[in-house]
T-cell receptor, first 112, second 115 residues
Framework: AQSVTQLDSQVPVFEEAPVELRCNYS??????LFWYVQYPNQGLQLLLK??????LVKGINGFEAEFNKSQTSFHLRKPSVHISDTAEYFC??????????FGKGTRLHILP | GAGVSQSPSNKVTEKGKDVELRCDPI?????LYWYRQRLGQGLEFLIY????????KSGLPSDRFSAERTGESVSTLTIQRTQQEDSAVYLC?????????????FGSGTRLTVV
């Protein structure tokens, strides 16, 4: 079975500072990997996804994530955060023909 | 439609009552998923539809929960004899096919409060 671990439930970051949200997964088969974002009082939006190919994936709003197979990680990064990045971020994994399994989420707090 | 539509957006119900939640997926999306998000928790998978069949209903927490889908369109999630622990946001998502290469498109959810 697949599982996703987001080690940090909350991450406070000063505005314009870099941020990394950590995600580790476990799976015995090849998987697709995703990051979703949930802004306050809104539904989930797809931020980026890794299906195959280049291990560095670029998404919307300046975010990127790197797939590291040996470390089974898919950490999300942004070089400079803005107040509008305040949201909850969910890492997710899916075997290639099955449902998406989500992590518990990381709440990103941007400090002025 | 342009996106996944869920109704109602908010529902307050008394313990023991039945509730019905509706999801209208994006036109042409054959796969439809229901998730539950309790306060402070991640998304918990409930059930998956491919067309109007449900190949995976492993996440339904009890026999009080049921879901159905009409063709490749509207789905309803029914919770009978609601309990306080059913309070959560119920999210519906649809996808172009069951191979999740496109990711899911989520609705805004139904916030269910059982009092």
């Amino acid at each position: 079975a697949q599982s996703v671990t987001q080690l940090d439930s909350q991450v406070p970051v000063f505005e314009e500072a870099p941020v990394e949200l950590r995600c580790n997964y476990s799976s015995s088969v090849s998987v697709y990997l995703f990051w979703y974002v949930q802004y306050p009082n809104q539904g989930l939006q797809l931020l980026l996804k890794y299906l195959s190919g280049s291990t560095l994936v670029k998404g919307i709003n300046g975010f990127e994530a790197e797939f590291n197979k040996s470390q089974t990680s898919f950490h999300l990064r942004k070089p400079s955060v803005h107040i509008s990045d305040t949201a909850e971020y969910f890492c997710a994994v899916s075997p290639r023909d099955d449902k998406i399994i989500f992590g518990k989420g990381t709440r990103l707090h941007i400090l002025p | 439609g342009a996106g996944v539509s869920q109704s109602p957006s908010n529902k307050v119900t008394e313990k023991g009552k039945d509730v019905e939640l509706r999801c209208d997926p994006i036109s042409g999306h054959t796969a439809l998923y229901w998730y539950r998000q309790r306060l402070g928790q991640g998304l918990e998978f409930l059930i998956y539809f491919q067309g109007n069949s449900a190949p995976d209903k492993s996440g339904l927490p009890s026999d009080r929960f049921s879901a159905e889908r009409t063709g490749e369109s509207v789905s309803t999630l029914t919770i009978q004899r609601t309990q306080q622990e059913d309070s959560a946001v119920y999210l519906c998502a649809s996808s172009l096919d069951e191979v999740v290469t496109y990711g899911y498109t989520f609705g805004s959810g139904t916030r269910l409060t059982v009092v």
